[in-house]
Structure formats: structure tokens, C-alpha cells
């Protein structure tokens, strides 16, 4: 029977927050089929999964250095759990750099014919140009996206695209964000000091293509007509006071659904291509109304408008004041998100399909 080995930039259970290291954390939990974590030694250790340790001592700093391979310490820890009898499925997350010296350290060992290479990928757009790309899809098996818009977006890029494709969205811990009652949302409102308005939140880093400035100039528009309303603003340092306007800083993940589950309606004004948008789909299993760019993956996991406001034209400040002046005034009617769409426990399900299925064409 093939074994299944992950290959982590990241030491595995990881420290801080991040969003594919959550996904295999609630899935190495329950029933998984990964065998080995290829990465740096972590704090705390995984008893489901065994592990091969990327080393970063001085010796393997100057091998690395002499032999210009970054990638060698994993090579290194990789081939100790390498036999040349057995197959292997290799999954990579988003480490575009290590595909071309892992398929030459397979191929020289003799072992690419008995390795399954799968690249997750949780980005959106393309990420090599048109015919510099073909040896990547070339060098591996399958790669693994999180909407089928993005397979369109590689699809119609490439005029060459030799690989399987697989689409696996993002999932959430719905025991953890789901809707509260009225009442319950009131109290929590009341225990914030917000029971008399309504709550309107952003969450993410504070980077130009999350769009924070679009959104602070919108609601200084919105602000200077009514003040019933009040802008949390979480994952980044304050700025410039602004009325209505409250930076919570960075709030631990086990707090945030709290938040959520306090306001009324969630603000997503990405300026990228997104490649799902997890703390949009936390906010949607809340209860928020949602208001997004329609950019990347967002359409997709608002089902085209089905779930939430879609914003076309999202560089316009004007846009983002009307939507949220319609929020107030008349807001649109969405289907609630289904319980059981877009959780840990389908992407769980969905990682052991994908896992069978290469195991199948192993054989």
C-alpha cells in the first residue's frame, strides 16, 4: 500500500495562524490518511502522524550554501523515509520553488516512476507564465485548487496543460462559527457596547490589497449621514482615528467568532484574486450579511450573488458606500448558507477522496 508523505515549508502543528496549517490540523485530528510531515521540528508534535525532521544546523547551512540547493535539508530528511519497493503520494502547499529540484532528487534516485507528486495550491490566478509554466505541470501529477473558477482561470491561460486538476474548497469548524439566535446576538451586542447600532466588521492583514483604505474612505461618506453604525476594523494596528471607526488589533482565532456572531454585516473589499477568502466564509456561517469584491474566488464562495453582495466594480469608493447604505435602508434578500457547505468536515472528506484516488492510479 502506497504511503502519503506532506512536505511542510511550515513546522506542523504551526504556532501562529494560517489557514492550510488549520485545514490539515483539524484534519490530522480525525481520520486522515497521511503517513509522514517532512518539516523543521515543531513546539508540539502530532501522535497521529510520524515525522522526518528538516535539520538547519550549521553543517547543513554550508551544504545547502556549497551545493545551491535551499531545498537540501528536505531532501535530506525525505530520503530517510524513502524505499525503493514502495510507492508514495508527495503532497507540496504552495511551494512552487521546491517542484524542480524535488523532481530531479526523485528522478536521480531512481523513485519518480513509484511518486505521486500533488500540488496544493490555494492561490487563485496562474502563477508561471504561459510556456514557462508547461515543466512545472509536466513535473507533477495532480494539482489540487479551491474553486473551479480558478481551474477556468489556468485553463483558459495555458495552451499547454498536462496535469489532472482537482478542486477542493476551503472548509471551516462550524461548531465553532454558526449563527446565533436574536436574542443571544443581543446580548453579546450589549456585553460590547454596541446594543444600539449596527456592526459592521473587516478582518485580515493590514496589506494595500485588502482593501482597508477603500473601505475607510466609504465609511467616512456613509459616517457623516448617520451614526447608528460602527466599523470594527481587526487584524491590524490602529490608524489614524476615524469616528465610527474601532481597531480591535489582532484578536486570538478561538475569540473571533464572537465577533462575527456580534455583527450584522462583514465587509470584504479585497483588491487581489483571492484564492477562497476563509474569514468571508467564517463570517457567512455567522450570519453576516456579506458584502465582497468580486474578484478570484469570492464569486465562487458566494455563489455568484446567491450568498452575498458582489461588488463589480470594487476599486470605486461609491460602490462600497451604496452597498452599505442599502445594507441600512433596504437590504437584499440572500439564501442563508447551508450547515453543511464549506466545512472542516467535507474538506476532511474531500483530502481522503483525493488520497484514494491517487492511490488507485498508484496501483
Known sequence: MSKVILISQMALPFSSIGSWPTLYKNYLQGHHLIDFIVCSEPEEKWDSVKYSFVKNDFKTRLQKK??????????????????????YIIQIVDNYGVVKPLFKFLDKKGLRQNCYLQ??????????????????????????????????????????????????HNGIDTAKF????????????????????????????????????????????????RQDIVLWVIGCEPKKPQDGVDYLGRIPNEQLATYLQTADCYLFPTLCHEGFGLSLLEALHCGNYCIASAIGGVPELLQYGKLGKLIENFHFISEWEQAIIEFMVMPNEFETIPQDLYTANSWNLGMNEIIKNAKNILK
Open 66 to 87: 556549497w551545493k545551491k540547493n535551499p531545498y537540501l535539508s528536505y531532501f535530506n530528511a525525505l530520503e530517510k523515509l524513502l524505499k525503493t519497493d514502495e510507492k
Open 119 to 168: 500540488f496544493f495550491y490555494h492561490g487563485f490566478p496562474p502563477h508561471f507564465e504561459n510556456f514557462q509554466g508547461r515543466w512545472f505541470f509536466e513535473a507533477i501529477d495532480e494539482m489540487v485548487l479551491l474553486t473551479y473558477d480558478s481551474y477556468l482561470a489556468h485553463k483558459n491561460y495555458y495552451t499547454i496543460l498536462p496535469t489532472r486538476f482537482t478542486v477542493l
Open 178 to 225: 454558526f449563527p446565533l439566535s436574536q436574542k443571544n446576538k443581543q446580548v453579546l451586542k450589549l456585553n460590547k457596547g454596541v446594543a444600539d447600532k449596527k456592526v459592521f466588521v473587516w478582518c485580515s492583514q493590514d496589506r494595500p490589497k485588502k482593501g482597508l483604505h477603500i473601505l475607510l474612505d466609504a465609511w467616512e461618506r456613509v459616517y457623516s449621514t
